[in-house]
Structure formats: structure tokens, C-alpha cells
């Protein structure tokens, strides 16, 4: 089935003083929807389990990440998660502390509406 990019949302989040990864991703992917809404749904009439939803996070160590908890929190949609190397940590060499960047794309994909809508 053809699908089009209905949108596409970047976010950052971080943890300062705990080095969680996990929680600068979720951070991040909290950022990029956090202002977007999808009034197409209720526009036309479609159910948003049509919509898939596909994250991209990025840290410096992807290994550290659970792409499947990270799926919670997406209100809508059937998800995909993936995490690449990317985000940036930032040392502070006089407490040891690093604080850790994420960053994160969220792009939303309906089924082809091509044919469907007429302009009035």
C-alpha cells in the first residue's frame, strides 16, 4: 500500500546529572510532538490505527536505549522506533557529571489519499 508523509516533527531532550539515555530519548520524542496535532483524523473520518508512526532517536550510545519502551509514550498510531548514533554528551570535568542530548524525528504516515479529496 502507498503511504504519504503527513508529517514530520524533530525534538530534543536531555538528562543533566543522571547520564539516562533513555529518558533524554523519551524527552526528546515528548519535545517534537508535544506541538503537533492531527485534526485530519476527525476531518475525514479515519481511525488513527491507519496511521504509522515511525521515531528516530539519536545518542551518542544507542545501545543504551529500549526502542519498545520507548513506544509508550506515542498516543496514537502503530509505532516503529528506531535509534541511531547520533545526540551529543557533554562532560563537566569538575563533577564528572555528562549531560546527555537526544534528539528526535517523528514523521506520521497515512495510507495514499491521492483520489480522495475534492477541492469545493
Known amino acids: 500500500m502507498m503511504e504519504q508523509r503527513i508529517i514530520i516533527e524533530m525534538g530534543m531532550g536531555n538528562d543533566l546529572h543522571g547520564m539516562d539515555y533513555q529518558k533524554a530519548a523519551a524527552r526528546a520524542i515528548e519535545d517534537a510532538i508535544r506541538h503537533s496535532t492531527l485534526p485530519i483524523f476527525q476531518s475525514i473520518d479515519m481511525d488513527h490505527s491507519e496511521m504509522r ?68
Do not use: Y
Open 53 to 120: 508512526v515511525q521515531v528516530t532517536v539519536g545518542v551518542q550510545e544507542p545501545d543504551k536505549i529500549d526502542p519498545e519502551a520507548l513506544k509508550s509514550g506515542l498516543p496514537r498510531g502503530r509505532a516503529e522506533v528506531s535509534v541511531v548514533a547520533g545526540g551529543l554528551n557533554i562532560p563537566n570535568p569538575e563533577t564528572g557529571d555528562t549531560a546527555v542530548v537526544a534528539t528526535a524525528s517523528v514523521e506520521a504516515f497515512l495510507p495514499s489519499q491521492t483520489g480522495k479529496w475534492v477541492q469545493s
